[in-house]
T-cell receptor, first 115, second 112 residues
């Protein structure tokens, strides 16, 4: 049963530190998404890749966040420097076309706490 | 810009009864997809059901059905024969023009 994997599952860090979150999409999926979930803002789309090319990262604070797909088996989301307001659960999802949309499969998430 | 609205922050339903979770959306795209996801307390996001904007029939997946009213821009989720395990957050989402939006969610509690 193929699944999206995310590491680490939990991360506690101090303000100003660099944080890197990793995602292994399901083999064969050509689309990868990064989301952030907080109580206040709900689920927000941060970035979106298709065939490893970034399609949309307008939801991401550009000054401190960066998202990349160095190869088809790895997507990364980096925050540098981290701030307490970045505390959230970060989800990665991979997917394939379904009609005009994308059927997404979510990873278990990375719970980030920035002190 | 696309927008998804879920007006029910919380809902209660008696076990074995049916419940409808509301979702309205706003988009100028002629082509889009509508999804419902379930998020139990464990935090994972579980896909429930999908409806394409051009689909003529309402989608069904087991006990889940989507009441799609395109003219009213609504995509309500109907859960039949509720079970205690259905207690969770439910999110409506829309995918159109490379823009994926989620609603604020509805917390469903199934009472025994």
């Amino acid at each position: 049963d193929a699944r999206v994997t995310q590491t680490p599952r939990h991360k506690v860090t101090e303000m100003g530190q660099e944080v890197t979150m990793r995602c292994q999409p399901i083999l064969g999926h050509n689309t990868v998404f990064w989301y952030r979930q907080t109580m206040m803002q709900g689920l927000e789309l941060l970035a979106y890749f298709r065939n490893r090319a970034p399609l949309d990262d307008s939801g991401m604070p550009k000054d401190r966040f960066s998202a990349e797909m160095p190869d088809a088996t790895l997507a990364t989301l980096k925050i540098q420097p981290s701030e307490p307001r970045d505390s959230a659960v970060y989800f990665c999802a991979s997917g394939f076309p379904l009609g005009t949309a994308v059927r997404q499969f979510f990873g278990p998430g990375t719970r980030l706490t920035v002190l | 810009a696309q927008k998804i609205t879920q007006t029910q922050p919380g809902m209660f339903v008696q076990e074995k009864e049916a419940v409808t979770l509301d979702c309205t959306y706003d988009t100028s795209d002629p082509s889009y997809g509508l999804f419902w996801y379930k998020q139990p307390s464990s935090g994972e996001m579980i896909f429930l059901i999908y409806q394409g904007s051009y689909d003529q029939q309402n989608a069904t997946e087991g006990r889940y059905s989507l009441n799609f009213q395109k003219a009213r821009k609504s995509a309500n989720l109907v859960i039949s024969a509720s079970q205690l395990g259905d207690s969770a957050m439910y999110f409506c989402a829309m995918d159109g023009s490379n823009d994926m939006r989620f609603g604020a969610g509805t917390r469903l509690t199934v009472k025994p």
